[in-house]
C-alpha cells in the first residue's frame, strides 16, 4: 500500500523558518517524482516545488521561489521542504504527492500537514 | 484567480447526471496538455479521479467521466449519490508558466 506521510507542520512567526518532511512507503521511491501541493484554508490547491527521482531537476513556483527549498533523501524514502521567510500568506495544508511518470499528474497524495503563520 | 476556471458550485438531486466545466487557454488544455481530475472529500486530501482526460484508476466507479476539446474539459457525473459530495478540482500544464495549474475548485452539493 502507497502511504506518504507528512510531518513537521506547526506554527511559526513570520519570517520565520520550518522543515517539512515527508516519509513514503510501498512503492520505488527512488524512482518517483515527487511534489509538494499546498492548500490555503478554505481555499483551492496549488502546487508549489517538483523534485526529479534524482534530484537533477527542481522547479518551484514564482510564489515560493527564494525561499523554499526541496530536497531528497533516496536512501531514507524521504522528501524534505524547507521553508524560509515565511509568510502569513504561507498558511496552508502541505500535501505531498507523487506524480505519475512525469505525466504532470498526481497520482498519490499524503493526509497533509498545516503550517500557520501567525504573529 | 486560478488559471483553470470552474464554477463555484454545481448541484443535483440523487440519481441525476451533473458536469463541471474546466476552462484554460491555449497556453495549457489548448496546447494539448492533459486535464486530470481529484476529488477531495470534506476534511481529506484530495484524491484521484480522472487522469489523462478520461481515464479513471483502479477503483473509481465509471459513473465518473471525463472528456475534453479545445481549450476546455469537463467532469461528468452520472447517477449521483450522496457520498458524491465533494470538491471537484481540474489540472493540467501550462507552458508559458511552466507549472502545474489546478482550477479553483467546484463545491457539489447533492440535493
Known amino acids: 500500500e502507497v502511504q506518504l506521510v507528512e510531518s513537521g507542520g506547526g506554527l511559526v512567526q513570520p519570517g520565520g523558518s520550518l522543515r517539512l518532511s515527508c516519509a513514503a512507503s510501498?512503492?520505488?521511491?527512488?524512482?518517483?517524482?515527487m511534489n509538494w501541493v499546498r492548500q490555503a484554508p478554505g481555499k483551492g490547491l496549488e502546487w508549489i516545488s517538483y523534485i526529479s527521482s534524482s534530484s537533477t531537476t527542481i522547479y518551484y513556483a514564482d510564489s515560493v521561489k527564494g525561499r523554499f527549498t526541496i530536497s531528497r533523501d533516496n536512501a531514507r524514502n524521504s522528501v524534505y521542504l524547507q521553508m524560509n521567510s515565511l509568510r502569513v500568506e504561507d498558511t496552508a495544508v502541505y500535501y505531498c504527492?507523487?506524480?505519475?511518470?512525469?505525466?504532470?499528474?498526481?497520482?498519490?497524495w499524503g493526509q497533509g500537514t498545516l503550517v500557520t503563520v501567525s504573529p | 484567480q486560478s488559471v483553470l476556471t470552474q464554477p463555484p458550485s454545481v448541484s443535483g438531486a440523487p440519481g441525476q447526471r451533473v458536469t463541471i466545466s474546466c476552462t484554460g487557454t491555449t497556453s495549457n488544455i489548448g496546447s494539448g496538455y492533459d486535464v486530470h481530475w481529484y476529488q477531495q472529500l470534506p476534511g481529506t486530501a484530495p484524491k484521484l479521479l480522472i487522469y489523462g482526460n478520461i481515464n479513471r484508476p483502479s477503483g473509481v466507479p465509471d459513473r465518473f467521466s471525463g472528456s475534453k476539446s479545445g481549450t476546455s474539459a469537463s467532469l461528468a457525473i452520472t447517477g449521483l449519490q450522496a457520498e458524491d459530495e465533494a470538491d471537484y478540482y481540474c489540472?493540467?500544464?501550462?507552458?508559458?508558466?511552466?507549472?502545474?495549474?489546478f482550477g479553483g475548485g467546484t463545491k457539489l452539493t447533492v440535493l
Open positions: 489540472q493540467s500544464y501550462d507552458s508559458s508558466l511552466s507549472a502545474v495549474v
Open positions: 504527492v507523487r506524480e505519475s511518470g512525469g505525466a504532470y499528474y498526481f497520482d498519490f
Open positions: 510501498g512503492f520505488r521511491f527512488t524512482y518517483s517524482i
